[in-house]
């Protein structure tokens, strides 16, 4: 591999580092506590002898520096949005905003207690009440709980609305809910968790959800359709309203599950789409950083009618502009989560609309800008298996290479080489093969050049020397981990030698 | 390839008739579908089996197969070297990597509605041009 | 717009490459009827400076300058500024879940450490990457103990803190999973004599907290015993995660979980925290969440990669051992660094403190009039006061001295009207306690009405 083919690389540091217990010496400390200013207590006279531990065995005992080294070269190992393009689908890997990192650390902020008195609390509960107004103008939605943790957990909010609100205005919650084959795993889990049946529901030949199947597979049984909008192929639903009528003339429900809302934001409102439940991704759409895996925040919108079903508490307005917290909601699905939402992750989602405002019509174009520019300079290298207009993610496949026996997952680690974290390989499942990318509004066109380059480079290196591409990557700190190795025998922690 | 005393489903497992004891596995086509196996789920001894109906599962780094019953019966053996060694799997799907054996007292008729290895072999055929189309 | 990395000349020649005469050209397959005319009416756009001017507002409305003896499961600890500088290094602010093993190598061997940790902390062979929070994770081992016994009945001690009971149930609503209570004793602790009458081969899990809502550290060893004979799970809570720093943990428990806020994150209003569950090495398979699984590379290289990926939503789909996906992983590393500050002996330390404080506090209450310690057994950092008074009415008037007062615990307990959960940690200083006991004192003895303004702010609150 020549580094002149390569435009852009990224080397890592290859200094070795071990664990912190392996580098671990006795007595170190890297953090000391003022003296106490009250009388020490025997823990053994306090709790009883059989009651305290001596020391937790095998803890790391390191200084302040070295505890900084460890992670400092530790982070070196990672990619980040810091350092360049993420396009990964439906991941919405967009830039996370500083400021937002400032606020959510304000004294003031990160001090308060959930159960501090309201009076003491009106600077926290305006923030969450304001998050609210700009989520309901941005979805066109009734009403929307801020307390689910995560997507995951919004869309088990959603259905446990959906049950609740049809056995209370039907006298039976249904038994089913209809999954397109496009959609993200979590759904389907989510729907288990609820005691409905998951029904599986096919994608027509433009990758959008099968009308006439639809037709056929809602009968009374059927609770709900979970859609992803656009899909999980950038496809935008184009007969949802009428999906949205068959739905409701039927007794049924629309769950719109928002992964994908970066497409949609300041253009259109699922709301006025016909719309009942929907949950929102705050560290997809709303650049809430990802952190290595969360936290996040997945907030549910609702309409009217199902308003009193959402989870406690819910933020009131006592009449006089004072905010409290209300728990008191007889026709609740409960709590979903201790102590309220995920605060400072809704604090960090609200700073980012209140950077845009209205112009965040302008980032929603711009994600939808670059997905099609990548498209149509992908088009000629790259078998792309639906025809269909894309949003602001595009989903070819790798048909093509297969040919020479270089899959998806080989071509995604080859990008490393070229700078970039691999795009989504292996989802949507209905596309074998399949290569997800989505840019978001955050690259310039310069990075998205950088990034076609690269791929077109993988194809041609896929035609003339696949065995590189099938061995990639080749500039890493380590190479391909043995993922088999891992999972026959887990070792999932380290243990001091014997 | 596929051994002619043998009898195959549909959903790639074989079963092997001694009397009323059968003994199933998965094929070659199955563990090569799956690629390297880490982990194998069986029923205790003892479990009642239908036939068509999942009894375990067989699972790679990025995959779950559901293993289905041929026979109905009650299971009489697991293979327990299976839990240490899944790899075994891959390397002898049809002899040493057996999954269970089942006292089915109605094996022979159930096993006559099976392919033997010569249709088998023609599905497996139908099956990777399909894959490869 | 400062985050877009485009101007309009770079727009225009993307559209053209394209072939699209403008950028509503790409949004064609929305409907026109529901693609909106006008702008849509969100505050701002705002500069960065008019941002924190906003939240710092925000900021000034809420208790600083308020000493604070709240505690229930969120806890003010001393958070070190170093765990922050690293937090917000790029790498890992802005990186993604570690599923390209060989660029998120950092990512993956932070997890290996905090997993370790966790398991060193709670006795359990192994801890996976996190859950949202010590609620939820409670919920997920609720649901892991049916799944591994096939039983569908939970015993849950009433000392268990009141809002993850309410977790429990919304997630147990409708796997089937019926729910009850066994009460506590004079002590404080769980009746394990109730709980030995109440259970039965239908009982999946037993679960406990330790220390319970009320501070007070339970007997797990014995409790497991019990529980194991009848061929159920010990399921042991840990809210207040820097109790394990000197109180025994609890190894005999089949699965831990755990809330980690203790250790390094802030209270901020009730999240993000960290939850996570720890078990023993049998039940890995059915434990939820992410796990790093060392291995090595192509070159024989020791190196890290999640495993085990079967049991997750994104292949086992309905049948996942839970639909969670996003973690709290930024809240993990947090913590890990924290730990790693403290080390072996700050973290004893940082526990003896609190033990210090709350015997001072419990010294300084029960010695003013009308204030009665109601239960005695060994406790860490919380215990319960019962007051002549309505603690509502009590902590409305502490306000005017600007101290949040212990947590009502009526609400909760019908049987504990007129008491108080205090919380004190290493951060309460002497002189707030002694603040505490001197206000309480004057308004317990004084004999002046309350106003109805103090009622009525009273009225409705949770804590005052």
């Known amino acids: ?498 | 390839m596929y051994p002619s005393q043998f009898r195959y489903t549909k959903e790639h497992e074989w079963v092997k008739r001694e009397g009323d004891l059968a003994t199933i596995g998965i094929t070659d086509y199955a563990q090569h579908e799956l690629g390297d196996i880490v982990y194998v789920e069986l029923p205790a001894a003892g479990a009642k089996l239908e036939t068509g109906q999942a009894f375990g599962t067989v699972e790679s780094v990025k995959s779950v197969s559901e293993i289905f019953s041929p026979v109905s019966g009650e299971v009489a053996e697991i293979n327990t070297a299976l839990a240490d060694h899944p790899e075994k799997i891959n390397e002898d799907p049809h002899g040493a990597a057996w999954l269970v054996r089942v006292r089915a007292s109605n094996a022979a008729a159930e096993l006559d509605a099976l392919m033997d290895g010569a249709a088998y072999e023609a599905y497996v055929a139908e099956q990777q041009k399909e894959a490869s189309s | 717009m400062r985050y877009l990395p485009k101007g309009d000349a770079e727009r225009r020649a993307m559209l053209e490459a394209i072939g699209a005469k403008s950028i509503e050209e790409l949004f064609g397959s929305i409907p026109a009827e529901f693609r909106l005319a006008g702008p849509l009416p969100v505050p701002g756009p705002l500069a960065e400076s008019e941002i924190i001017g906003y939240f710092r507002e925000r900021a000034g409305e809420n208790s600083l300058g308020y000493s604070s003896f709240l505690g229930a499961g969120v806890y003010r600890h001393i958070r070190s500024v170093v765990a922050d500088a690293l937090l917000q290094r790029g790498e890992f602010l802005t990186s993604y879940t570690p599923y390209q093993a060989e660029i998120s190598q950092g990512t993956l061997q932070w997890i290996f450490e905090f997993q370790t940790l966790i398991s060193q902390l709670t006795g359990q062979e192994v801890a996976n990457a996190s859950m949202y929070d010590g609620s939820t994770a409670l919920a997920e081992a609720a649901l892991m103990a049916e799944r591994l016994t096939g039983r569908h009945r939970l015993l849950a001690a009433r000392s268990l803190h009141p809002e993850y009971r309410q977790v429990l149930e919304t997630y147990a609503q409708h796997a089937g999973l019926q729910i009850e209570t066994f009460g506590y004793d004079a002590s404080g602790r769980a009746d394990l004599a109730a709980m030995r009458a109440a259970l039965d081969e239908q009982t999946a899990a037993v679960i406990l907290q330790s220390p319970n809502f009320f501070g007070v550290l339970e007997q797990v060893p014995d409790a497991a015993g019990i529980v194991h004979a009848a061929g159920a799970l010990l399921v042991a809570t840990v809210a207040e995660a820097t109790s394990l720093g000197i109180a025994r943990p609890p190894a005999e428990a089949d699965i831990v979980a755990m809330e980690g806020q203790s250790f390094g994150l802030p209270p901020s209003f009730g999240g993000p925290f960290a939850g996570v569950l720890a078990t023993q090495e049998k039940f890995v398979r059915q434990m939820p969440g992410r796990l790093a699984g060392q291995t090595t590379d192509t070159s024989g290289r020791r190196g890290f990669c999640l495993t085990l990926a079967t049991r997750e939503q994104h292949i086992r789909r309905e049948k996942a051992t839970s639909n969670i996906c996003t973690n709290q992983a930024l809240c993990a590393l947090a913590m890990t660094i924290h730990l790693c500050l403290l080390g072996r002996e700050g973290v004893r330390e940082m526990a003896e403190q609190n033990l210090a404080k709350a015997r001072y506090a419990r010294e300084k209450l029960e010695a003013v009039p009308g204030v009665e310690c109601v239960f005695g057994a060994p406790a860490f950092n919380e215990f319960v006061i019962r007051l002549p008074r309505s603690v509502r009415q009590v902590n409305a008037t502490l306000l005017e001295d600007r101290i949040i007062g212990p947590l009502a615990l009526g609400p909760y307990y019908p049987e504990l009207a007129k008491c108080g959960l205090v919380c004190v940690t290493e951060v309460t200083r002497r002189e707030e306690i002694d603040r505490l006991a001197d206000s309480l004192a004057r308004i317990l003895n004084a004999q002046a009405a309350v106003t109805p303004g103090a009622v009525l702010r009273g009225a409705g609150e949770r804590s005052g």
């Open chain 1, 1 to 498: 591999m020549s580094d002149e083919k390569i435009k852009k690389a990224r080397r890592h540091v290859s200094q070795s580092e071990e664990l912190i217990f392996e580098r671990s010496g006795d007595g170190k400390r890297g953090m000391e506590l003022p003296a106490l200013d009250v009388p020490a207590v025997d823990a053994h006279a306090a709790l009883g002898a059989e009651m305290v531990r001596e020391g937790v065995e095998g803890f790391p005992q390191v200084s302040e520096i070295e505890v900084v080294r460890h992670f400092t070269r530790l982070s070196t190992w990672n990619y980040a949005i810091d350092l360049g393009m993420y396009p990964l689908g439906s991941c919405t890997m967009k830039y996370n905003p500083r400021v937002n990192e400032f606020v959510a650390r304000l004294d003031g902020l990160a001090s308060e207690h959930p159960y501090q008195p309201a009076e003491l609390s009106q600077g926290c509960l305006r923030i969450l009440r304001d998050l609210e107004k700009a989520l309901l103008a941005i979805t066109g939605m009734d009403a929307v709980t801020i307390e689910p943790a995560a997507g995951a957990q919004g869309e088990l909010t959603g259905l446990l609305v959906i049950h609740a609100y049809l056995k209370d205005a039907q006298g039976s919650p249904r038994k089913k809910v209809l999954i397109p084959d496009s959609a993200h795993g979590t759904n389907p889990a989510s729907v288990s968790l609820t005691g409905y049946q998951v029904e599986n529901i096919r994608s027509d030949a433009s990758g959008q959800i099968d009308f006439s199947e639809l037709d056929r597979l809602v009968t009374e049984d059927v609770a709900a359709l979970m859609l992803t909008n656009p899909n999980t192929l950038g496809v935008f639903e184009e007969r949802i309203a009428d999906v949205a009528r068959l739905l409701h003339e039927r007794g049924a429900l629309l769950y719109m599950d928002g992964a994908n809302m970066n497409a949609l934001a300041g253009v259109t409102r699922p709301g006025d789409l016909g719309v009942d439940v929907m949950h929102l991704n705050l560290h997809k759409t709303f650049s809430t950083p990802h952190g290595g895996g969360g936290p996040g925040a997945g907030p549910v919108a609702v309409v009217k009618a199902l308003e009193p079903f959402l989870p406690v508490p819910v933020i009131v307005d006592d009449g006089s502009g004072h905010l409290k917290l209300d728990d008191q909601r007889p026709k609740s699905i409960g709590r979903v989560k201790a102590f309220g939402g995920n605060f400072g992750v809704l604090v960090r989602a609200l700073a980012y609309i209140l950077a845009y405002g209205p112009g965040i019509r302008q980032a929603t174009e711009d994600a939808v800008l670059n997905a099609n520019y990548i498209r149509k300079n992908l088009e000629g290298f790259y078998d792309l298996p639906y025809a269909s207009a894309s949003m602001h993610e595009v989903v070819f496949s790798d048909a093509r290479q297969k040919k020479n026996g270089v899959s998806t997952i080989d071509i995604a680690k080859r990008l490393i080489d070229y700078g970039f974290h691999p795009y989504t390989t292996a989802f949507p499942l209905i596309v074998p093969g399949a290569m997800m990318i989505e840019p978001t509004e955050s690259e310039s066109k310069e990075e998205c050049d950088l990034f076609v380059d690269a791929m077109r480079a993988i194809a041609e290196e896929a035609a003339e020397d696949p065995n590189l591409v099938k061995t990639a990557p080749h500039s890493t700190r380590v190479g391909r981990l043995d993922e088999v190795k891992a999972a026959r025998k887990p070792i999932l922690r380290w243990k001091p030698e014997a």
